[in-house]
């Protein structure tokens, strides 16, 4: 099976084994943080310190970015000539009850029925979910949420808490544009759903100011 490949900044294009992706589309990396004002405050020797999630997500190199607020990505993607997508991604740290991934995902983003369910899968620690929201408006809206555990660390969750990572996903089409079941159904919702496949997160420590 050919792998996608994936570009980073500053970086040649590079080959990743991620079976979730499609082989004829091209990916870039991308990082993001949610802010300190946001993070998880440390106890113990690091009380000084909070924690925030670092999550990489990939996303096709036919979004064009576009300027967000600290802590977001944002994308507009064509998906033909009427129809556009604004795409926003979004990172938080939270505090929860420990749970299995697939549970979290389901809990927190339940969707409208099982035909609005557009894309989900468990990996290890992690899941995601993609579903369209019903109604709209004149507007088609998808939402995605991807969850990881960040952290057990004692002096980041407290007894019966793990810290998890929130990748949370928008895409909202412009009100009025021809956005056919096909742009959302066969390919914005799978191509959300190959981005969060291979999402991760890691702790980023921040010193209280």
């Not at 405050?41 to 909070?50: E, H, K, M, N, Q």
């Not at 066969?186 to 496949?197: E, F, K, V």
Request: hydrophobic share 40%; proline share 6%.
């Amino acid at each position: 099976m050919k792998w996608p490949a994936i570009a980073t900044a500053g970086l040649a294009t590079i080959a990743v084994a991620a079976p979730a992706l499609a082989a004829s589309t091209r990916f870039v990396t991308h990082t993001l943080t949610d802010p300190a004002s946001r993070g998880l405050a440390v106890t113990g020797p690091l009380r000084g310190y909070v924690v925030t999630s670092k999550a990489r997500v990939v996303v096709p190199t036919a979004w064009r970015q576009r300027s967000a607020p600290a802590g977001q990505l944002r994308f507009t993607t064509t998906q033909n000539s009427s129809c556009h997508y604004t795409v926003t991604y979004r990172a938080a740290s939270v505090l929860a009850p420990p749970q299995t991934t697939s549970a979290y995902t389901e809990a927190k983003l339940p969707g409208a029925g099982p035909r609005y369910v557009l894309d989900g899968g468990a990996r290890r620690n992690t899941a995601f979910r993609v579903v369209r929201r019903a109604g709209g408006a004149g507007a088609v809206r998808l939402d995605a949420l991807w969850v990881g555990v960040l952290t057990k660390r004692a002096d980041i969750a407290p007894p019966g808490k793990v810290a998890w990572t929130e990748i949370r996903v928008t895409a909202v089409s412009r009100t009025g544009d021809e956005c056919h079941a096909g742009t959302w159904r066969s390919a914005l919702g799978p191509a959300i759903g190959d981005s969060l496949a291979v999402a991760r997160t890691g702790l980023h420590f921040v010193r209280k100011h």
